[in-house]
């Protein structure tokens, strides 16, 4: 605020604004009661008043800015603190003699030199302010520069002396501190390297059995002095059983209880998933089930079992750790049981997340049971170690086993546990088993520290990258079955495809498993010997950044400019989505001007978003002119092309010769223009295939546009007819055909032009106007259909056919003009005049698709009736077992003079007269074979003749007649 400026500064400022006014008195003209500045006048005091009014304002706030609140030390005063930080740091680093001053003083140097970093970034905006400034001022003249002005140049000047050499000295300190930071990390890393390879006593050193001896009976009776510790009986004196003991008893049976139960819960989860298909989302939700039940109850237990121990045991001394560092150990132990059980599925391959043989499957549990109890046992000796031994061989006795148990899991791990077909697994399963066996033989070499560390560091990788792969795994099934499921709920309502659910689920486990790496590195880095000073002073670094040419590029500030450029970018998506679903709609403006609009507001969007984004990384805008000019060589060199592309598609989008949607012809290549892009055009052939054409080839080159200004066309079509028709008949006929046509228009009118008489034929020209050029290969093709039929007709036979006219039959060999050539069955040739056969009724056996066939059967009237009413049967299955022929129907059909006839109807599927014949044949001979299985018999031609027997009469005598 104007209250909170020093006074004092606006004072010169007043001056330099009156004196100029002063010398330009003289320009002062009157003119009737007023006094009026000339132009020139005017124009010097408006721009020198404003130019001076700005100057004292930033004058004053950069003098407020740079001047300290009270009771806060200035700027000089924490830049010479610094240093003396600087000396004491470097003093106690050349005198320390324990690891954890080095690490202290370590820390010290990463914080000053953050200060000193801080203190250099707030110098940039200050010097910045003072160079705009001077700027303001412009050069300086030679002669007549007001005093006032001049002295306001030389306080600046003299600020921004002094401004770099605070950089510089803020420099130094960096340096310096970077300096003593490494000195320290170094000094530790020199005493780390010499315990590690310093050689300690063998397993065959001479006095190693008797120390251990001596430790040993010291173990023993420490251990009993502890258990004497633990008061069972109440301190009244009663006989009574305490409370403790009862709360053991429960938290066995609890435990006992607890394998029960899970093995209950576990029983019917699988049968509830026995009988449905397990897809990835039941997959995930049953293993987290399993892990939950196989984790809570034991976890409940051993709670249980602690939390009773925890009241006998006294709260300090070696029970008390002992009992936390079996608690911690078990508890480690359970869950990674649980984790391996429930993702593994040994026993359950279709239960199984992830993809992984049964060998493996089975082969983890046993393995994890034994690394757990191997950190069991480490953590339990390192504990009595610390309370009870006193000589390292002892612990080196005790270690040794363990080590060289641990080194032979990790071996069975490497070879049998990982995935042996995956790139990594064999390029280092050789390496890691070489450093796994000879770590036993270090340790019983005398060289304990380093196999330790190794074979305890490889167990820690191992473990944090399995836990944390299958974590990854985890989260990426569950990601991918939610986004699944959303994604078919959401197709239903909304149509949005399976294939954007699919990439955003891509994303959000890619941003997972990313937060896994860097956790895992972080945890690696601490178990393989870095601190917490050591991250933080990698974080520094990483976050301060980096120098490229003088620019500084903080990976922060980098990220942040991304997430400002990936806004920028989605907003100007969202509001070309606006404008052109519902702007652009309600304008006049054509397709091309709406793409033309959209495409420009696009590629501004995107250029102003890359500004904004290089501003917030802190990058100088200015200094993109050297880049600029950079980059014009290479375009005088290798990017012509580019840049000719680039200028050719604003000309297109700008001077549009075409637009989205015309149909072009660019060379052999024509189609619908699709899109209009700054290097290249897309065009969609009518094949339905995406031709990219570059810019500079549409701008230099001949385009046809069909559509440019109208979408109608003229359509040209050859007509050749032979002699013999009137030609005027010709052209009514192929007017009346266009006129006909819905897509013809019929001003202008079509018209018919006779364009050749040759020596055969006559060549006619159809021309008519089509409404839309798109469909001309369309309208084209209709048009030449009805013309063909209305020419020519139907045409009765082709060469090739076999016809009957008359008494003639045979082959048609040619057609001419006026005569037609057949081939007859015997072989001669047969000419018949082409009216005979226009006038003639033609059977054209070729054409038939299928035959029709007609016959009757008649059997003997003394057939029995059961076989009557099979015969129909017998036929059909008769005919049916022809492939080509389908039957129609079969039945008795009439007494017959001789016969009970029955008449049958079949089709031959097909107009092949020999196929006919054969299949024909075929049937009636499987008939005649059926009817003899059966008894039937035939029935042929015959005449009874019945002759009635007459009485006989009596003769006269009384006799017979």
Sequence with gaps: MWDQREPGLFAPCAKSIVAPLRADAKAFTPDSDMIRFTPLARERAFLFLLAMLLLCWFGAWDAAAQSPPPGEPSFSERLDALGKSLNAIEKEIAASQDDATLATQRDLANKSRGDAQVLADSLGPQRAEIQRLLDALGPKPETGEPRDVAAERARLEKSLVTLDQQAQRLKLATARAEALEQRAVDALRSRVFLRLFARGPTMTSPGIWPAAGEDFSRLATGLGEALGTITLVPEDGSEQIPP?????????????????????????????????????????????????????LPLAATAIVYESLRQVVPETGVLRELLDALAIAATGGFAAFALVNAVLAPLEPRRRVIDVSDDIARAWPPIVAALAVLFVTDRAITVLSAAFLQSLETTVLLNVPVIAAASAVMIFIVRRGLDGEREWVRALRLPVQILLFLAPIAAFAGYYALSRFVVSRLIVTLATGVLLWLLYRITDEAVRSLMGVRARQAGEADGVKLADAELQAWWLSAAAGTGYVIFGITLLAFAWGASTGDLRSWAGEFLSGFDVGGVRIAPLDVLIALLVFAVGIALTRFVQRVLDTTVMPRTRLDPGAQNAVLSGFGYGGVLLSALVGVSVAGLDLTSLAIIAGALSVGIGFGLQTIVNNFISGLILLFDRPFQVGDWIVVGDSQGYVRRINVRATEIQTLENATVIIPNANLVTGEVLNWTHRDVTARLVIPV???????????????????????????????????????????????????????????????????????????????????IISGSDMGTVEHIGLETTTLRSLSGEIIVIPNRDLASARIHNYSRMQERRVVFSIGVTYGTPLDKLKRIPALIRAAIEAETQTRFDRSNFSAYGPSSLDFETVYFVLSGDYNLYTNI??????????????????????????????????????????
């Design 244 to 296: 403790v003991i009862f709360v053991l008893m429960a938290g066995v049976v609890a435990l006992l209880l607890g394998v029960v139960v899970q093995r209950d819960l576990l029983g019917r989860l699988r049968r509830a998933y026995a009988g449905i298909e397990m897809t990835r989302s039941r997959k995930t939700i049953a293993s987290l089930l399993v892990a939950v039940i196989r984790l809570i």
């Design 920 to 961: 024909h044949e075929a049937i009636l001979l499987r008939i005649h074979e059926m009817f003899a299985r059966e008894a039937i018999d035939f029935a042929f031609p015959s005449q009874s003749i019945y002759v009635e027997k007459l009485p006989r009469r009596r003769s006269r005598r009384g006799g017979e007649a």
């Design 720 to 802: 050749t007819v032979e002699f013999g028709p009137d030609p005027d008949m010709v052209r009514r006929l192929l007017v009346d055909i266009a006129f006909a046509h819905p897509e013809v228009l019929s001003v202008p009118a079509p018209h018919v032009l006779f364009t050749s008489l040759g020596g055969d034929a006559l060549s006619f020209e159809l021309r008519a106007t089509i409404r839309d050029v798109r469909k001309i290969l369309q309208v084209r093709s209709e048009l030449n259909f009805q013309i063909e039929e209305a020419l020519h007709g139907e045409k009765p036979f082709a060469v090739g056919e076999f």
